[in-house]
């Protein structure tokens, strides 16, 4: 049986562009390299699943393969087109399952990841906190449903999943829901106890203090 779990992740230039009002963009890059070292230290220990990252950064690319994932330079940005790219790797190889997991979820741990896998049926959904974003699709074979990342996914991807009839099982686990795309996620992070590269960066860069008391109360 051969499975894939894909990582796709923006230019460092481009990456958490939400966040240009507390980090300056050398920050947002070490912000988020240490977000997909956090995510590949949960999808690298899912046995019997590759993991594949794909982005144009060659600095990720780098990352990825040095810890053991599969680098995939992105052909066609921006990121809708780059899920399609690995999408039709998994066609090619016959993949009889495959997720996509967004990398700004780096409080993910791999019992969560393998609580999701471990869901039966054709498609499982691990929806963002607000239910509005799609954190990880899972799909069995990766044609049952299109991918639709993007505003509102997670609408969508019920929606496709209606529209043809296949079942969908949904995850609510808080460490799949949490994503940090928001100056409030970075306090999340910051306060969260639990060692990780990225609450290693924001604590370095003294987040607590930087980010306005009035954003970390929400």
């Not at 899920?83 to 016959?94: F, G, K, M, T, Y």
Request: zero cysteines; proline letters at 9%.
């Amino acid at each position: 049986m051969v499975r894939a779990i894909a990582l796709p992740v923006k230019s460092l230039d481009e990456a958490k562009g939400r966040l240009t009002s507390v980090l300056s963009p050398l920050e947002r890059a070490a912000l988020t390299l240490a977000m997909l070292e956090d995510v590949l230290d949960a999808t690298l220990l899912l046995p019997g699943w590759e993991t594949w990252v794909v982005s144009p950064d060659e600095s990720v690319l780098e990352v990825a393969a040095g810890r053991g994932a599969t680098p995939m330079p992105e052909e066609r940005p921006p990121l809708a087109q780059a899920i399609r790219q690995v999408e039709e790797e998994a066609l090619a190889r016959r993949l009889d399952a495959f997720a996509v997991l967004l990398p700004d979820t780096p409080l993910v741990t791999a019992a969560a990841l393998t609580r999701a896998i471990h869901t039966l049926g054709p498609v499982v959904l691990a929806p963002a906190a607000d239910e509005t974003g799609t954190n990880l699709l899972l799909r069995r074979p990766p044609v049952a449903i299109p991918s639709s990342f993007g505003k509102d996914s997670y609408r969508r991807h019920l929606e496709e999943a209606a529209q043809r009839d296949v079942p969908v099982a949904v995850i609510e686990h808080a460490e799949l829901a949490f994503d940090l795309d928001l100056p409030d996620d970075i306090l999340t992070v910051v306060n969260d106890r639990r060692a990780g590269r990225t609450r290693e960066v924001l604590r370095a860069l003294d987040m607590s203090v930087r980010v306005p008391p009035a954003t970390g109360a929400g």
